[in-house]
């Protein structure tokens, strides 16, 4: 029983790189986001989507891009990475699109900017 | 726009003293409120959350909540806590029927043996 798997767990770049962070989950749920935490400021919602094909803006969705090819999988693109976007990121699902279900976290992707 | 807020970043107790937390929300009318933990280097789980009814409710680890509407409250209790319930506790708040769920900053408990 996987749950949502998020890879990779660490990641080091330099300002300017890009790269794709891994989520996907097996429970066949609707609705998936992306979340990043930072001291102070608890959870952030970045992007999140209702199906596939949907997706939508959260609080901080700026230099970040997501798309929803398949039910299983949300990958959340960094494309022009900067030390601001230095943070954990958490990938969630649930059963449904509206909030009454419960989220399932990812184990996290620590990432850092330099 | 609904918010919430956890006063307290830190709070220490000793194993076997009793937990409150505190989560104040903003909203118009009555919100849907939830408590996640995080423990060390994990994701984040559901402890309970509370739509309507019963405004004391009950949750797993032998947690509880009591929605508060007078003072737009949602706080976590547990009579007697143990050392594995050392984590980050977030509240978190949406409006019913939405589809975005806002979470509060968050507060790290640390348990003294």
Redesign the interface.
């Known amino acids: 029983n996987a749950g949502?798997t998020q890879t990779p767990k660490f990641q080091v770049l330099k300002t300017g790189q890009s790269m794709t962070l891994q989520c996907a989950q097996d429970m066949n749920h609707e609705?998936m986001s992306w979340?990043r935490q930072d001291p102070?400021?608890?959870?952030?919602?970045i992007h999140?989507s209702?199906g596939a094909g949907i997706t939508?803006q959260?609080?901080v969705p700026n230099g970040y891009n997501v798309s929803r090819s398949t039910t299983e999988d949300f990958p959340l693109r960094l494309l022009s990475a900067a030390p601001s976007q230095t943070s954990v990121y958490?990938c969630?699902s649930r059963s449904g699109?509206?909030?009454?279900g419960?989220?399932?976290?990812?184990?996290?992707s620590r990432l850092t900017v330099l | 726009a609904q918010s919430v807020t956890?006063p307290d970043?830190h709070i220490t107790v000793s194993e076997g003293a009793s937990l409150e937390l505190r989560c104040n929300y903003s909203y118009g009318a009555t919100p849907?409120l939830f408590w996640?933990v995080q423990s060390p280097?994990?994701?984040?789980?559901?402890l309970l959350?509370y739509?309507s009814g019963d405004t004391l409710v009950q949750g797993i680890k032998g947690f509880e909540a009591e929605f508060k509407r007078s003072q737009s409250s949602f706080n976590l209790r547990k009579p007697s806590v143990h050392w594995s319930d050392a984590a980050e506790y977030?509240c978190a708040v949406?409006?019913p029927?939405?589809?975005?769920?806002?979470?509060?900053?968050?507060t790290r408990l640390t348990i003294n043996p």
Request: avoid cysteine; hydrophobic fraction near 40%; charged fraction near 15%.
């Open positions: 949502v609705y979340y102070g400021m608890g959870l952030r919602l999140y209702v939508d959260g609080e958490f969630a699109a509206r909030i009454t419960e989220l399932f976290f990812g184990e996290g | 956890q970043i849907y996640y280097g994990q994701g984040l789980q559901l959350k739509f977030f949406g409006a029927g939405a589809q975005k769920l806002v979470f509060g900053q968050g």
